[in-house]
């Protein structure tokens, strides 16, 4: 009987360690501040979070802090904004293109249809379109690249123009 239950007991923790997804696959981004300007942030996901495909724009003013994650390291992509003009960073040379609008924005796919993207923007993601995946973006919405974060944990740090 004794080895039942042990057996039973092993089994189940096995179940629940395959079941859980493991912090090892989680990945962050800090973005550090350190110029005299705002910068802005999108971040975007590769295979979602959640339904989440992008969303943005986040403002890191100057010598601020912005700390985002994703639940599989090789997942995140970010597009850091200075002055309306992409920052880069020498030790990230992947990239993606995903869709933004210059306004306050959010891209997910649908809940029942991966190839359908839902598009809001406006303050409080007030408009919306739905469209397919592949087809011309509406007015006001571009392809920007997306620099990838990579297979650990990252610090981004911009730094004053000379």
Request: aromatic residues 10%; proline residues 3%; charged residues 25%.
């Amino acid at each position: 009987m004794k080895n039942i239950v042990i057996l039973t007991a092993c089994f189940l923790t096995a179940c629940c360690a395959l079941a859980t997804p493991t912090i090892a696959d989680a990945a962050s981004v800090t973005i550090r501040n350190y110029s005299n300007d705002s910068v802005n942030v999108v971040v975007a996901y590769n295979r979602y979070k959640g339904d989440t495909v992008s969303k943005g724009w986040y403002v890191v003013k100057s010598n601020g802090v912005l700390t985002l994650e994703a639940d599989d390291k090789s997942d995140m992509y970010v597009r850091i904004e200075r002055n309306g003009k992409e920052v880069t960073f020498k030790n990230h040379k992947s990239y993606l293109f995903f869709p933004v609008n210059a306004e306050r924005f959010s891209v997910s796919k649908t809940p029942t249809n991966a190839k359908i993207r839902v598009l809001r923007w406006g303050t409080n993601l007030q408009h919306t379109r739905n469209m397919n995946t592949g087809e011309e973006l509406p007015a006001g919405w571009t392809d920007r690249r997306f620099t990838r974060i990579g297979s650990e944990d990252a610090s981004l740090e911009i730094k004053p123009i000379n």
